[in-house]
Antibody, heavy 119, light 108 residues
Framework: EVQLVESGGGLVQPGGSLRLSCATS????????INWVRQAPGKGLEWVSY????????YYADSVKGRFTISRDIAKKSVYLQMNSLRAEDTAIYYC????????????WGQGTLVTVSS | SYVLTQPPPMSVAPGKTATITCGGN??????VHWYQQKPGQAPVVVIY???DRPSGIPERFSGSNSGNTATLTISRVEAGDEADYYC???????????FGGGTKLTVL
């Protein structure tokens, strides 16, 4: 069974840092891109970042570029999102989701982890 | 950047047909995916590549895409279809997904 499980969310002060984890199982991580998508309270879906299936390419939304870093550990079957210089507008549920190469959909999502940036 | 436009919240009576549109410049040239998101849950794919249905999604869900509009149609709407629906394409470089703003469907 394909599973993606996020963790690491919580309450952090503005300017602080958090590291989110996305633990995967049931598929080969090197076959899929992993995306981070967030959803602010009561708002729609916003793409944040993705790492390519071979791990060679990482992309970021302009809103997080220079502050967030995506990485992965194949041995641990996990993908991470290091979030620095957090702002109130980063408050959201963060989902990780997989995508096979090509114009495929995000076919499996985790349950999400809530990040709250507030003093 | 590419923009997808979805209609405001809509309501439909049980047993009727719900039609949710997704507008974009020449969206007919792109592959459109549709997601259903129920309260407190992660999004789930209900239509991919314009009109394909994943296993487990009822035949009542269908999709089309042409010109500047993609459409998600839900026939014989049921109470369990009440959710937010998002359309999605990949940007021209294929680097990142573009989502529509979402449409909240209420079943009366």
């Amino acid at each position: 069974e394909v599973q993606l499980v996020e963790s690491g969310g919580g309450l952090v002060q503005p300017g602080g840092s958090l590291r989110l984890s996305c633990a995967t199982s049931g598929f080969t991580l090197t076959t899929y891109q992993i995306n981070w998508v967030r959803q602010a309270p009561g708002k729609g879906l916003e793409w944040v970042s993705y790492i390519s299936s071979d791990g060679s390419a990482m992309y970021y939304a302009d809103s997080v570029k220079g502050r967030f870093t995506i990485s992965r550990d194949i041995a641990k079957k996990s993908v991470y999102l290091q979030m620095n210089s957090l702002r109130a507008e980063d408050t959201a549920i963060y989902y990780c989701a997989r995508r096979r190469n090509g114009n495929n959909p995000l076919d499996h999502w985790g349950q999400g982890t809530l990040v709250t940036v507030s003093s | 950047s590419y923009v997808l436009t979805q209609p405001p919240p809509m309501s439909v009576a049980p047993g009727k047909t719900a039609t949710i549109t997704c507008g974009g410049n020449n969206i007919g040239d792109k592959n459109v995916h549709w997601y259903q998101q129920k309260p407190g849950q992660a999004p789930v794919v209900v239509i991919y590549f314009d009109s394909d249905r994943p296993s487990g999604i009822p035949e009542r869900f269908s999709g089309s895409n042409s010109g500047n509009t993609a459409t998600l149609t839900i026939s014989r709407v049921e109470a369990g279809d009440e959710a937010d629906y998002y359309c999605q394409v990949w940007d021209s470089s294929g680097d990142h997904p573009v989502f529509g703003g979402g449409t909240k469907l209420t079943v009366l």
